[in-house]
């Protein structure tokens, strides 16, 4: 069991070193969507209009069009909910990790498919959320 909670906490360590980096990768391709202004990048909730420019043209079960229009290509991997021990929302919605606070809440950034909105959350930090890799 010592052995599970170490590679645990391991994990945990480079997640938060590297968030910063995800999260500044995340929040510049959001930031340079239209729809949100940059004052806004900061708040929760949702704003703008122009997830369906960020999701990929496939496997969304979205009523709008999904155009991709900045190469994004977020697809609808859903998120893995550490309670149910299952993913949720495959299909359905785009969870991506932006960055971790002091208190071990995860920043994320969400597509829906029913929305033409960005949302920004935070959630508990055992859920599972994809990630955004952008070679410099």
């Known amino acids: 069991m010592k052995t599970k909670q170490l590679?645990?906490?391991l994990i945990l360590i480079a997640l938060s070193?590297?968030?910063t980096r995800i999260?500044?990768?995340v929040e510049d391709e959001f930031a340079n969507t239209r729809g949100v202004k940059k004052g806004d990048l900061n708040k929760t909730g949702e704003r703008g209009k122009y997830?369906?420019?960020l999701r990929s043209k496939k496997f969304w079960t979205s009523e709008y069009k999904d155009t991709d229009l900045y190469g994004f290509s977020a697809l609808p991997a859903g998120y893995f909910n550490h309670n149910s021990k299952d993913f949720t929302g495959r299909r359905a919605i785009a969870v991506f990790w932006s960055g971790i606070d002091e208190n071990d809440q995860v920043w994320c950034r969400s597509l829906?498919?029913?929305?033409k909105k960005i949302e920004r959350s935070y959630r508990p930090l055992p859920n599972g959320f994809s990630v955004?890799?952008?070679k410099d």
């Open 7 to 9: 590679i645990i906490t």
């Open 17 to 19: 070193l590297f968030s």
């Open 23 to 25: 999260s500044a990768s």
């Open 51 to 53: 997830s369906s420019a």
């Open 112 to 115: 829906k498919y029913d929305s």
């Open 132 to 134: 955004r890799c952008v």
